[in-house]
């Protein structure tokens, strides 16, 4: 595969105050605060062989990403991505992402040294098939496996001469898998690229098997995001006139070679992505593996690109719309968090004068601006570009913010936030990791949302927890608090751990009922910067949890 060299494009500082804005010249993105649509969850927060063995690379380089999920290869993987020696095996990485709260799939042709896969047959491939189920049965420890890809870009990988037609091998692989793992979800079918009657044709076959994917995927490598709203709704359509219930969609390949290290580039795809709704999407494969695909340089240096996907972590409470000026160039995505009454956008893709107008807003803001460059996959960025600080009066609801000098390829961060603004206290359970368990709404909720259906236990494959990625700026203990809901009219207990240590219980009294919020509160010591808190109804190593409760959020003081 090609490899692009990019130049280390220079962000310019300037200094800036503006009360009362007019509109700048240039295209303006426009987002309403007022407008969530769905919560964070990072959803395009993943990447293809993200990380490989020996914590490669280093957890302080992860944690600010809030990862989402990974796809990695199997148990005795043999694929050799570019040449490099086989690597990545998920259950060896596991530990890793397990730390910093990432979910996986599994692939299983990766099992295979070559690329595209040569095919054996067939009871070679069911061999393999048992062996990556067994090992994964055995590794009673892992609990973050989200599914089994079973096939990688079948439309031009599936050796249809020697194996037959794909569709059938799809539901013989599955009804395999099925013979030994009955509760792992399945991820499919993994095609390059959208194709509507190709995806039609498939989940056809698959539905009158009985093997229609857990999750669906499909691979956004066109060199443009434009068609991702598209093809979402297509994948719909489709869905529905066959009477299919909704999936969660998987993108787990986006952006080209030339695009997956540009900043400006990979605002445009992670806005399309958000806004479409996918569940997950990973940064595409196409150099080094262990490096978030060009994320980190050196196991523990942040890129230019690396910065994007922080202010991405960075996001809390919900994402809120944004409106491009057209489908190609200049776009971004927002959050709003109703706590800190923050505004976050990252965006990009626009060389020149161009804006951003923030409306759903009140009173006198503190706005940040700052930039990050591209600077390629091997050259470290030790900090964002600061542009400009500056206090605005909001006018009829928003302000208009002009950004100079714009290159393309840079990402930009906005911050809008009242003037004193504090580092985040409350973490929203809605945003934190979650592992089968159900992301919820209500009125009652804070933020509008919460975790619920937090109900299985006494196995790696199907056990209930959240992760919640934290940043506190001391080292000390900290109060608690936990937003929850039980309904049971009896007293329910949950599992409490920080950054891997021992097993505490949380106690939850009775509240009125479901959706009614009470909250409790217990001490957890905590370092300087990033941790991760996770609260089970069961996990490894702990025995399970009591009762039901539905966790709203945490809030430390």
């Not at 009955?182 to 039609?200: C, F, I, K, L, S």
């Not at 056809?204 to 598209?230: F, M």
């Not at 972590?313 to 994402?319: E, P, Q, R």
């Not at 985040?424 to 979650?434: D, H, K, L, M």
């Amino acid at each position: 595969m090609s490899r692009t060299t990019l130049a280390l494009t220079a962000a310019v500082l300037t200094g800036l105050t503006v009360v009362a804005p007019a509109q700048a010249a240039g295209h303006t993105l426009v987002v309403n605060a007022a407008a969530p649509f769905r919560p964070v969850t990072h959803a395009a927060a993943g990447g293809l062989y993200a990380l490989a063995e020996n914590n490669r690379p280093a957890d302080s380089t992860l944690l600010p990403l809030k990862l989402n999920t990974l796809t990695q290869p199997p148990p005795d993987v043999g694929q050799k991505p570019n040449g490099q020696p086989a690597g990545g095996d998920a259950l060896k990485i596991a530990p890793q992402a397990d730390r910093v709260g990432a979910a996986q799939v599994i692939r299983m042709p990766d099992i295979y040294p070559d690329f595209p896969y040569k095919w054996v047959g067939w009871a070679d491939w069911l061999a393999k098939v048992d062996t990556m189920v067994s090992k994964r049965l055995a590794a009673t420890s892992v609990s973050n496996v989200a599914a089994w890809e079973i096939w990688n870009e079948p439309d031009w990988t599936w050796d249809t001469a020697a194996a037959g037609d794909f569709n059938a091998g799809w539901a013989r692989t599955v009804q395999r898998i099925r013979t030994r793992d009955t509760v792992t979800p399945v991820a499919g079918p993994g095609y390059a690229g959208w194709d509507a009657n190709r995806m039609r044709t498939f989940l056809t076959a698959a539905k009158s098997t009985n093997t229609v994917p857990d999750l669906v995927v499909w691979h956004e490598l066109n060199h443009s995001s434009a068609s991702i709203a598209a093809d979402v709704a297509a994948y719909r359509s489709v869905e529905s006139s066959l009477g299919i219930s909704p999936r969660q969609i998987f993108i787990n390949e986006y952006a080209w070679t030339d695009e997956v290290d540009v900043p400006g580039r990979v605002a445009n795809y992670v806005s399309k992505l958000e806004r479409a709704g996918v569940a997950a999407a990973d940064r595409a494969f196409w150099y080094e593996y262990g490096t978030v695909n060009g994320l980190v340089v050196n196991n523990t240096q942040p890129t230019g690109t690396w910065w994007l996907y922080k202010w991405y972590g960075d996001m809390a409470g919900s994402m809120v719309s944004t409106t491009p000026p057209a489908q190609s160039g200049l776009d971004g995505f927002a959050s709003y968090d109703t706590t800190r009454k923050r505004v976050d956008v990252v965006f990009g893709d626009e060389s020149g004068t161009n804006s951003v107008r923030v409306t759903g807003l009140s009173g006198t803001v503190r706005v940040t601006l700052e930039s990050t460059p591209s600077s390629g996959r091997f050259t470290a960025v030790t900090a964002p570009t600061s542009i400009s600080t500056s206090t605005y009066t909001v006018a009829n609801g928003q302000i208009t913010v002009p950004v100079p000098n714009m290159s393309a390829t840079s990402a930009y961060h906005l911050v809008v936030e009242p003037a004193g603004g504090t580092y985040q206290q409350r973490y929203e359970a809605e945003n934190a990791s979650v592992f089968r368990a159900q992301r919820l709404s209500s009125s009652t909720a804070s933020n509008g949302g919460y975790v619920g259906r937090i109900d299985n236990s006494g196995d790696p494959r199907n056990d209930s927890y959240l992760d919640f990625v934290v940043n506190v700026p001391s080292a000390r203990s900290y109060t608690m608090t936990i937003g929850y809901a039980n309904g049971t009219g009896a007293t329910s207990t949950q599992g409490l751990a920080c950054n891997g240590g021992g097993w505490s219980t949380v106690s939850y009294p009775p509240t009125a009922g479901w959706d009614q919020f009470g909250t409790v509160s217990t001490s957890v010591s905590l370092h300087a910067g990033y941790n991760t808190i996770r609260l089970v109804k069961g996990a490894p190593f702990f025995a399970g949890g009591t009762g039901y409760a539905e966790l709203d959020y945490l809030h430390l003081n």
